[in-house]
């Protein structure tokens, strides 16, 4: 499917993501298609608009010293063109460079891009600056870095002699649709941004009408009639920038959005998608051999579901050369088995046929991998999908859902990590609604830590055991199989040293794979010299803290009391961390136990000390029970999270000439949520291990 999604528009709204790409990374080709820059009069159905060279703008509050006047954006449905005027003063000299820049971006195997003018005004004077001589049109290719290419062309150039307090005046237009839509019309605008705007203009112009739904804002829009068509007009002047704040969840639409569509409910799609994906074509012979291979290799229906899903993800690479219709139309299943690679679709209904032929029902499924329930509160679009997956029903009539583009999965058919998508519509023309889909991993972490501390001198050993499931069991699995194994042994020993001095491993880590189970094993056996470090604020002692450091990286610890804003958490998920430590001798110590539940969090944090065998074990769980922190919650959210604070982890500390100190809990001595920030950056190197950034490539 072709990579659109919500978030990702909402971040770079329509204005920004027309007229200046940056940090873009080009793939530079010769050009077929369109190679050059058309120019025309602006198209007689364009309304003309005007703006204020001076809108009540809080100059402090202008990003990049580039200041949005006008952003301009006018369809006309029948026609198939799109028409773009976007006018920006340039405020200082940072400006300078994106205001003279000119990217403008397009798919030549069904579009065709026109210029109108490009003007630069300078204290009342219209200076002409368009010239189709001195554009490039070169190939780009936003996504290579996932194995996607869809196409796309920029048309580019760069103004000579810009200045601050020039206004940039532009105009162009696109014609063309994408085919597969059969003339139907979908799309996303945006009535604000997060940095202040002059005015926004969205004009569609339509036959019949067109269904919209209006999200964060009540401007409706002025319904009129002109030279035959329905138009509908939204115009905002100097809207007021949105906040923004971290930890926005990614499904949530913040923006004031407007969505627009041809189709009235999800059946047309589910019809849509139906025709799109069907197949008629009988499978190869080679195809069919890899078929009855697996049919007489394994003897129950789920194993043959594994098999296939094993296949699919592992032996087809992940590709997508997403040209034109090819961005939702897959390709056939015989091409994708000869060809060996191919995207989500192109990999989803390979799986398909294959189980098909096994008597296994399966379905392509199409989901939006960032959305959630967001995409029920939107109009029925298959814009609104980035993402395809399959769903199977096995001759029990057990419901599950695979993600044939996942690589180096374990588990059996019944307990295969499927991503927490939510909803998924099913490529069926019968369908009318989409599936809920529960997820059934937990995505848990079990740190087991043995401190063995030899004497008051501090040397000291140290054996831990993690145990990752579900998906961090994948995450692992593949960082292991793609990491050299003496890089991957330093960043094990890297971790333990942002807490320890002088520490390594005294032999390699033992990794245990249990794949039926989707369980991997990593222990580690590391010698610390000395243990203790010099005690903050107290120069006459040393201390040694132990911190349940798995729990970090899902609580989000807020530093303001109050949001306007949900958060997100990672959801779902959960941790456990014991940590044990053995004592060189008698020790004082008092046991504690404390538990904070809500309904955003569980968090269990109890610590006992054996006086017989001066043995301290603290055991922390911590699970996290939501996706978000609704901003009604915050204040009970953040009061819970002071609280945590107070029992997060425990220090040791003895008197530099080693006279015995009882043991103190945290709640007297450090803060640790107020360091998490410096300790994450320290650990930032272990975190590419824990979390590798595959984006599960759709």
């Not at 001589?133 to 290579?144: D, H, K, M, T």
């Not at 032999?507 to 005690?535: G, H, Q, R, T």
Request: hydrophobic fraction near 35%; aromatic fraction near 14%; include cysteine.
């Amino acid at each position: 499917m072709v990579r659109k999604n919500i978030y990702f528009y909402q971040k770079t709204i329509f204005l920004k993501h027309l007229i200046t790409l940056k940090f873009i990374f080009f793939f530079l080709s010769l050009s077929f298609g369109q190679q050059r820059v058309y120019t025309s009069d602006i198209p007689s159905w364009v309304s003309p608009q005007n703006y204020n060279l001076s809108p009540n703008i809080d100059e402090e509050e202008i990003s990049q010293g580039l200041l949005t006047l006008l952003a301009d954006y006018q369809i006309n449905v029948p026609k198939e063109e799109s028409h773009f005027r976007i006018a920006s003063k340039i405020t200082n000299t940072s400006g300078v460079q994106g205001g003279s820049t000119i990217n403008v971006v397009f798919d030549p195997s069904y579009q065709k891009l026109t210029f109108h003018s490009i003007n630069v005004i300078r204290n009342g004077e219209i200076i002409n600056k368009l010239n189709p001589e001195y554009f490039q049109v070169i190939r780009r290719e936003l996504n290579a870095e996932n194995y996607l290419y869809d196409g796309s062309y920029t048309a580019m150039t760069n103004l000579s002699d810009v200045r601050v307090g020039d206004v940039v005046d532009l105009s162009y237009t696109i014609k063309g649709f994408n085919p597969i839509h059969g003339g139907k019309y979908s799309n996303l605008f945006y009535l604000n941004d997060y940095v202040p705007i002059g005015k926004v203009n969205i004009i569609l112009y339509t036959k019949n009408g067109i269904n919209y739904k209006l999200y964060n804002t009540d401007k409706e829009p002025i319904i009129s009639t002109k030279n035959g068509y329905k138009t509908y007009n939204w115009t905002t002047i100097t809207p007021k920038s949105f906040f923004y704040e971290e930890y926005i969840p990614s499904w949530k639409i913040m923006l004031p959005t407007i969505a627009v569509t041809d189709y009235n409910n999800w059946s047309e799609v589910t019809s849509w998608a139906s025709s799109i994906f069907s197949q008629n074509e009988a499978l190869s012979s080679e195809l069919q051999q890899k078929i009855k291979d697996i049919d007489s290799n394994n003897k129950s229906d789920g194993k043959k579901i594994e098999a296939v899903l094993d296949f699919v993800q592992n032996e087809i690479r992940y590709l997508g050369l997403e040209f034109g219709i090819g961005s939702y139309k897959p390709n056939p299943p015989n091409k994708v088995f000869e060809q060996r690679y191919g995207d989500c679709k192109d990999k989803s209904l390979l799986m398909v046929k294959m189980l098909e032929e096994l008597d296994i029902k399966a379905y392509p499924m199409l989901v939006n991998s960032t959305l959630k329930n967001t995409i029920l509160e939107l109009p029925p679009s298959p814009e609104f999908f980035d993402h395809c997956v399959v769903k199977v029903v096995d001759n029990n009539d057990n419901l599950m859902y695979f993600d044939p583009t996942l690589s180096e999965q374990s588990g059996t058919y019944k307990n295969r990590h499927f991503p927490n998508y939510e909803y998924g519509l099913v490529v069926d023309k019968t369908i009318k609604s989409f599936d809920t889909i529960i997820s059934n991993s937990d995505n848990t972490v079990y740190i087991y830590e043995e401190y063995d501390i030899k004497d008051l001198k501090g040397k000291a050993t140290l054996n831990v055991k993690t145990t990752y499931t579900d998906v961090e069991a994948d995450r692992m699995r593949y960082v292991i199989k793609n990491t050299a194994k003496t890089s991957f042994h330093n960043e094990l020993e890297n971790f333990y040293a942002q807490y320890h001095n002088n520490v390594r491993m005294r032999k390699n880590p033992v990794i245990e794979d249990n794949k039926d189970i989707n369980e991997l094993i990593i222990k580690e056996f590391y010698a610390i010299d000395s243990i203790w470090k010099p005690m903050n604020l107290e120069p006459n002692k040393i201390s040694v803290e132990f911190v349940p450091s798995n729990l970090l990286n899902i609580l989000v610890s807020p530093n303001m009391d109050s949001r306007r804003h949900p958060i997100e958490l990672p959801y779902p998920v959960s941790r456990y961390h014991t940590t044990k430590v053995k004592l060189p001798q008698r020790w004082r110590f008092q046991s504690s136990n404390n538990v904070l539940s809500n309904d955003v969090f569980y968090y269990d944090s109890n610590i006992k000390f054996n006086k017989k065998d001066n043995i301290i074990t603290a055991k922390n769980y911590l699970k996290i029970q939501k996706p978000l922190v609704e901003v009604s919650d915050f204040k009970s959210f953040k009061k819970d999270i002071n609280l945590l604070e107070k029992s997060f982890g425990f220090t040791i500390f003895i008197e530099k000439d080693a006279a015995l100190i009882p043991v103190k809990s945290n709640k007297e001595s450090t803060n640790w949520f107020l360091t998490i920030f410096l300790i994450l950056i320290a650990t930032v190197a272990i975190a590419a291990v824990y979390y590798y950034v595959n984006d599960y490539k759709k």
